[in-house]
């Protein structure tokens, strides 16, 4: 058959082909593809004119193939079957040989709560599969859709066809260092207003801590600007500052270096923050990016259950 042919040929002709030299009988044949024994005798017709050979003869015993035929059925037959697995089977994964990237979007946040943990666990049980973390970009909902990340961790984004899974709430803490002598047993809001501040903001400006406080005609003396979760924690176990932000991030580096850690005043913020993991539909069903999602949020949340924080919801 020349390119010209096959071009023509459409994969209803193929299988039609495989079930006759199976069951050579269009009746037989006809039964097994849920045709009419007419409608299957057209794609014989059809057959032969493409092939340029009867393919199936009728005798008395039933039908038998030609020459021609019997030296493609063994292709066709490992063809077809091939193609049906294609479209119906689910790709095996296997994390044990995986090669898999896993391309995660997240600010410092998931480096320093998350990924030390699922890097660990995941050495151990794939070794071959590897991860890469992407900063946040400005337009994260398309990233997703392109595939520049797998999943993007946070909080929640907008977007066309992206799925989402709450991992746990967040709440706002305040740390000083641990021999702070302008911090006693009690923190509330004015002893916090009286304090010189280390802010979290990766752009520079206001926070959200900032916006409360501005809604109530309050403000805060800010020192020190970092773009960076680990810079407020560090700095401030090193000075007088006091650092207020995401206390999964805080209570972590409260584990290497001296501070301590209370809850925020109330009147700053009393609302959970939803951490959120989110991609995009199209790696939905994909095995490897499947199983990379679950697992991740699992090592998640066991680390922030060992630090103390809401259970997944």
């Known amino acids: 058959m020349n390119s010209l042919q096959l071009s023509r040929v459409d994969a209803n002709l193929l299988v039609a082909l495989d079930a006759l030299l199976v069951e050579r009988s269009v009746t037989r044949a006809a039964e097994r593809l849920g045709l009419s024994q007419s409608a299957l005798s057209h794609k014989l017709r059809r057959l032969r004119d493409l092939l340029d050979d009867e393919l199936l003869i009728p005798t008395r015993g039933g039908m038998v193939p030609t020459r021609r035929a019997e030296t493609i059925a063994s292709t066709l037959r490992e063809a077809v079957a091939g193609l049906q697995r294609t479209l119906t089977d689910e790709p095996a994964f296997d994390p044990a040989t995986s090669t898999y990237d896993h391309r995660v979007m997240s600010s410092d946040y998931a480096e320093l709560v998350a990924m030390p943990h699922v890097v660990e666990a995941t050495r151990r049980i794939a070794p071959g599969i590897s991860t890469t973390l992407l900063p946040p970009a400005d337009d994260v909902a398309g990233a997703l859709a392109r595939g520049d990340a797998h999943v993007a961790v946070g909080g929640p984004i907008d977007g066309t066809g992206l799925r989402r899974r709450i991992l746990f709430d967040e709440r706002i803490v305040c740390a000083v260092r641990a021999d702070h002598e302008g911090v006693d047993g ?38 020190v600007t970092t773009p960076h979760l680990v810079g407020g924690p560090l700095i401030a176990a090193r000075s007088d500052l006091v650092c207020t932000g995401l206390s999964a991030p805080i209570l972590e580096i409260a584990r290497l270096v001296p501070l301590r850690v209370f809850p925020a005043p109330v009147e700053i913020m009393s609302t959970k923050l939803a951490v959120v993991m989110t991609w995009h539909e199209r790696f939905d069903r994909d095995p490897a990016a499947r199983w990379m999602r679950d697992f991740t949020a699992r090592c998640t949340i066991e680390a922030v259950q060992r630090l103390g924080l809401a259970q997944n919801r």
């Open 186 to 223: 009690t923190f509330d809001l004015e002893r916090w207003l009286a304090l010189d501040h280390v802010r979290y903001s990766r752009r520079g400006g206001d926070t959200l801590v900032d916006e409360v406080l501005a809604r109530q005609g309050r403000s805060r003396r800010v020192v």
